[in-house]
């Protein structure tokens, strides 16, 4: 079964940053694309930030988070990385990490999420 698995939410100030992490335990994660996804109180889940997997490594932000974030894979770790800096309250949600053959609000594997907390 595919399973993405989540870490690295957690409570931050304004400004500040976190790094989220995903795995697909026995899933190499190289030649699968990679969306995070996150979902606010009240709101609709929402892409926030998608790489392509390793042949083209395309990556794509929501227009929220464009020089803030950033996606990277780390392939010998088997791992997509979301950079979050200059945190805002705005950017507090469970953010969740999906799997597919392409980029896509469509993707078929997702994890349990993570929660994000931007507070003072």
């Known amino acids: 079964q595919v399973q993405p698995v989540e870490s690295g939410g957690g409570l931050v100030q304004p400004g500040g940053s976190l790094r989220l992490s995903c795995i697909v335990p026995?899933?190499?994660?190289?030649?699968?694309?990679i969306g995070w996804f996150r979902q606010a109180p009240g709101k609709e889940r929402e892409g926030v930030s998608c790489i392509s997997d390793s042949t083209e490594n395309n990556t794509f932000y929501t227009e929220a988070v464009k020089g803030r974030f950033t996606i990277s894979r780390d392939n010998a770790k088997n791992t997509v990385f979301l950079q979050m800096s200059s945190l805002k309250p705005e950017d507090t949600a469970v953010y969740y990490c999906?799997?597919?053959?392409?980029?896509?609000?469509?993707?078929?594997?997702w994890g349990q999420g993570t929660q994000v907390t931007v507070s003072s």
């Open positions: 999906a799997t597919d053959d392409y980029c896509g609000s469509g993707m078929g594997h």
């Open positions: 026995g899933f190499t994660l190289r030649y699968y694309a």
